[in-house]
């Protein structure tokens, strides 16, 4: 098991403390989800891609703080499992995701980055609805209250993918009873 301190020493190297996020540093709000899904007992790694789920830059946070060539050294540091969820996140076009897990048809993600279909396993869309799932609930108190109700629909129909707790907050969070 890595200790997330040494995790983010390295990740120092590529600059991430420079980079912001939410009026805060990228830095901070790795930290806050890699705390949620620890907080929901969540496996290792998927604790840790939650810490490194941003690095490659996503759909709507451009900012790529450790580029692609460097996905070996991101594996080497937190495991193949955890860094294919972190790319994951990053790689999948959001809209098509959650349309797809909205018809329940395949399990599989459109990688903006290589602009291909990947297919992925069921436990791997429970890993991604989860680390979506605490990466809002993380920013969400940052932002702008007209964006509060963000994919309220997906995550309501995604209960089989969330851990009771985690699916237990989303309500909590969107005053659902």
């Not at 860094?83 to 959001?94: I, M, P, Q, S, T």
């Not at 609805?129 to 969400?140: C, D, H, I, K, S």
Request: proline fraction near 2%; hydrophobic fraction near 35%.
């Amino acid at each position: 098991m890595t200790n997330a301190k040494v995790i983010i020493n390295r990740l120092e190297e590529f600059g991430i403390l420079k980079q912001g996020h939410t009026g805060r540093s990228l830095i901070e709000h790795l930290e806050g989800t890699y705390n949620i899904l620890k907080k929901w007992n969540c496996c290792e790694d998927l604790c840790l891609a939650g810490l490194c789920h941003s690095i490659y830059g996503t759909e709507s946070y451009k900012k790529q703080t450790v580029p692609l060539e460097s996905r070996t050294s991101v594996k080497k540091l937190i495991g193949k499992d955890a860094e294919e969820l972190a790319y994951l996140f990053g790689a999948h076009k959001k809209e098509y995701f959650w349309e797809l897990l909205g018809e329940n048809k395949n399990f599989n993600i459109h990688d903006r980055f290589s602009d291909q279909i990947i297919n992925i396993g069921k436990d791997q869309v429970s890993s991604l609805v989860t680390l979506t799932l605490a990466n809002w609930l993380e920013q969400r108190p940052m932002v702008d209250k007209k964006y509060h109700q963000i994919r309220k629909n997906e995550f309501l129909h995604s209960k089989q993918f969330l851990p009771a707790i985690a699916y237990s907050e989303f309500k909590q969070a969107y005053n659902i009873n």
